[in-house]
């Protein structure tokens, strides 16, 4: 299942909440799924 259709699955439930309030859930859930991390440092302490 891509991310594409598990948000497709809930929208149904979702429809039963006040219609903005659906679309602000799944538009957090699409920023989530499109998520791309970000190379950074892990696990290193600063310098003191």
């Known amino acids: 299942m891509?991310?594409?259709?598990?948000?497709?699955?809930i929208e149904k439930p979702l429809s039963s909440?006040?219609?903005s309030l659906?679309?602000?859930i799944l538009e957090?859930?699409?920023k989530?799924?499109?998520?791309?991390p970000v190379p950074g440092i892990m696990?290193?302490?600063r310098g003191r």
């Open 2 to 9: 891509n991310p594409s259709d598990a948000i497709e699955a």
């Open 17 to 19: 909440l006040p219609y």
């Open 22 to 24: 659906s679309r602000h």
């Open 28 to 30: 957090h859930l699409r």
């Open 32 to 36: 989530l799924t499109s998520h791309e």
């Open 43 to 45: 696990g290193k302490k």
